[in-house]
């Protein structure tokens, strides 16, 4: 909210009216599109628990160490685009800017180590980035987010990835899968040293900001958004040539699990995420689009994530290799808006009644009045002639249940009671439509 202030001569300040508005980068999500946001998180959490999860809810403000520990000091997010303040206790903390970071303190915390492992965990909720807004790139945004800690196995990087396939499918988008695989701290050594040769003298190519960061984080160079740097990684050697054996066994069976379950995914030794705590395979979701560069496709990925089998060790706690993902909501939803997926009609709990001759229309509407007496929530077009046209009506308004009473229905005391979310129909006898109606409601 804006406060406005008007200078007075005499150097008095003068309060006007306020103006509220929505800050920069923020979104209020109205009811035409909260649908969306419904229809999609049903899906999700349905999807997720059907592959064994179960949900966790951390909080939205943290210590700001524990972003700058886990996420990495240089990177973009810690760098330039955490919200950070004192509280009153002058604590400095940040609204976390990812999920990630906060599952892993409570998995110490808690002591989740002690469970059966490995814990698979999804969480829902708002993270913040303060970047520049632009199409896709908001400083409020949610992701649903899953982890799962304490699995080592390449089969795990794998499930997740079927998840997100599964997810994918059952909202009818098209996506291509990007992975790749970063490696262990020894294979980092060693490609680090070739990295550094390929770019001797050739430093001053890069942005300053990447040539400050590159003694201290130097995959970042990777992510920089720089159109020079960019160009300029392309011939710089790859990490995932350099990898040692155990990690390079360890990614084939993930693509070999991928195979097996005939999930497409593109190898893209590009790819290395914008988070420090990433080992060995990471991967991206991007929306398929033939006509858009890779710059383009990556600055709309729907989802991303990979393994850390570092980070609970590094912030204290037991040896937990871990891998996880998480998915931006918003972008969700524009993507499926882009490719036309249409929300399935959602079906009210009205009764449509219909009736074709003029015998049953005129036993139409006294059991009109008989179903409203029943406190049922009934609707019909009874003074249009086609049935047809009474049907499309039904369909319109998304009636949960048509009933249909023609002549025969009328001679035989009967009524047709037809499911619109099933599509079957039934003849049943009229004086037990109120309670068969109930049943079904
Ligand atoms: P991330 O790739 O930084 O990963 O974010 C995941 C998703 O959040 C992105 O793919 C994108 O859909 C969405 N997203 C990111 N930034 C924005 C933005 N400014 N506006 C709108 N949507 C955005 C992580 O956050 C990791 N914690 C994922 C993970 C979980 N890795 C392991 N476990």
Same mark, same amino acid.
């Given at each position: 909210?804006?406060?406005?202030?008007?200078? +007075?001569?005499?150097?008095?300040?003068?309060?006007?009216?306020?103006?509220? !508005?929505?800050?920069?980068?923020?979104?209020? %999500? *109205?009811?035409?599109?909260?649908?969306?946001?419904?229809?999609?998180?049903?899906?999700?959490?349905?999807?997720?628990?059907?592959?064994?999860?179960?949900?966790?809810?951390? $909080?939205?403000?943290?210590?700001?160490?524990?972003?700058?520990?886990?996420?990495?000091?240089?990177?973009?997010?810690? /760098?330039?685009?955490?919200?950070?303040?004192?509280?009153?206790?002058?604590?400095?903390?940040?609204?976390?800017?990812?999920?990630?970071?906060?599952?892993?303190?409570?998995?110490?915390?808690?002591? +989740?180590?002690?469970? $059966?492992?490995?814990?698979?965990? @999804?969480?829902?909720? $708002?993270?913040?980035?303060?970047?520049?807004?632009?199409?896709?790139?908001?400083?409020? @945004?949610?992701?649903?987010?899953? /982890?799962?800690?304490?699995?080592?196995?390449?089969?795990?990087?794998?499930?997740?990835?079927?998840?997100?396939?599964?997810?994918?499918?059952?909202?009818? +988008?098209?996506?291509?899968?990007?992975?790749?695989?970063?490696?262990?701290?020894?294979?980092?050594?060693?490609?680090?040293?070739?990295?550094?040769?390929?770019?001797?003298?050739?430093?001053?190519?890069?942005?300053?900001?990447? !040539?400050?960061? *590159?003694?201290?984080?130097? &995959?970042?160079? @990777?992510?920089?958004?720089?159109?020079?740097?960019?160009?300029?990684?392309?011939?710089?050697?790859?990490?995932?040539?350099?990898?040692?054996?155990?990690?390079?066994?360890?990614?084939?069976?993930?693509?070999?699990?991928?195979?097996?379950?005939?999930?497409?995914?593109?190898?893209?030794?590009?790819?290395?995420?914008? &988070?420090?705590?990433?080992?060995?395979?990471?991967?991206? @979701?991007?929306?398929?689009?033939?006509? +858009?560069?890779?710059?383009?496709?990556?600055?709309?990925? &729907?989802?991303?994530?990979?393994?850390?089998?570092?980070?609970?060790?590094?912030?204290?706690?037991?040896?937990?290799?871990?891998?996880?993902?998480?998915?931006?909501?918003?972008?969700?939803?524009?993507?499926?808006?882009? !490719?036309? %997926?249409?929300?399935?009609?959602?079906?009210?709990?009205?009764?449509?009644?219909?009736?074709?001759?003029?015998?049953?229309?005129?036993?139409?509407?006294?059991?009109?009045?008989?179903?409203?007496?029943?406190?049922?929530?009934?609707?019909?077009?009874?003074?249009?002639?086609?049935?047809?046209?009474?049907?499309?009506?039904?369909?319109?308004?998304?009636?949960?249940?048509?009933?249909?009473?023609? !002549?025969?229905?009328?001679?035989?005391?009967?009524?047709?009671?037809?499911?619109?979310?099933?599509?079957?129909?039934?003849?049943?006898?009229?004086?037990?439509?109120?309670?068969?109606?109930?049943?079904?409601?």
């Amino acid at each position: 909210m804006r406060k406005k202030t008007k200078k +007075l001569k005499k150097g008095k300040e003068k309060k006007e009216k306020f103006i509220p !508005q929505l800050l920069k980068g923020m979104k209020d %999500v *109205l009811p035409e599109e909260s649908k969306y946001w419904r229809y999609v998180l049903e899906k999700m959490v349905k999807v997720a628990k059907s592959y064994g999860f179960e949900e966790i809810i951390v $909080p939205v403000l943290e210590d700001v160490n524990l972003f700058k520990r886990t996420i990495g000091e240089s990177t973009d997010i810690v /760098e330039k685009e955490m919200f950070t303040f004192f509280d009153k206790g002058k604590r400095e903390v940040a609204l976390r800017p990812e999920l990630t970071a906060g599952i892993a303190r409570a998995y110490i915390e808690h002591g +989740l180590d002690s469970l $059966p492992q490995p814990i698979k965990l @999804f969480s829902f909720g $708002p993270v913040f980035r303060y970047e520049k807004p632009q199409a896709g790139r908001q400083r409020e @945004f949610y992701q649903f987010n899953l /982890e799962v800690l304490g699995s080592a196995s390449p089969i795990t990087d794998s499930q997740l990835i079927a998840l997100a396939h599964t997810l994918f499918k059952e909202l009818k +988008l098209s996506v291509e899968i990007q992975i790749n695989s970063l490696g262990c701290k020894d294979c980092r050594k060693e490609y680090y040293k070739k990295l550094f040769e390929a770019l001797r003298y050739k430093k001053k190519l890069l942005c300053e900001n990447c !040539q400050q960061r *590159l003694n201290r984080s130097p &995959l970042r160079i @990777f992510d920089c958004k720089e159109k020079k740097c960019k160009e300029f990684t392309y011939n710089l050697p790859f990490l995932i040539d350099s990898i040692c054996q155990s990690c390079k066994d360890h990614f084939i069976k993930v693509l070999e699990n991928l195979d097996e379950l005939q999930i497409p995914y593109n190898l893209n030794p590009r790819i290395v995420r914008g &988070l420090d705590y990433y080992t060995r395979t990471v991967f991206e @979701f991007w929306p398929s689009k033939g006509n +858009l560069s890779e710059d383009e496709k990556s600055k709309f990925a &729907l989802g991303g994530g990979g393994r850390y089998d570092e980070l609970i060790k590094y912030l204290g706690g037991k040896i937990t290799p871990a891998c996880g993902m998480a998915f931006g909501m918003e972008r969700m939803i524009e993507e499926m808006k882009n !490719q036309g %997926v249409l929300l399935p009609k959602e079906r009210k709990n009205i009764v449509f009644l219909t009736a074709i001759s003029e015998p049953a229309k005129k036993k139409a509407l006294s059991l009109f009045e008989e179903l409203k007496e029943a406190k049922i929530e009934v609707k019909e077009a009874l003074a249009k002639d086609s049935l047809r046209a009474q049907l499309d009506l039904a369909n319109k308004i998304g009636a949960r249940i048509v009933l249909i009473l023609g !002549q025969d229905e009328v001679a035989h005391k009967t009524i047709i009671i037809k499911d619109m979310k099933t599509g079957i129909q039934e003849v049943v006898d009229v004086n037990k439509i109120i309670a068969e109606i109930k049943k079904r409601l």
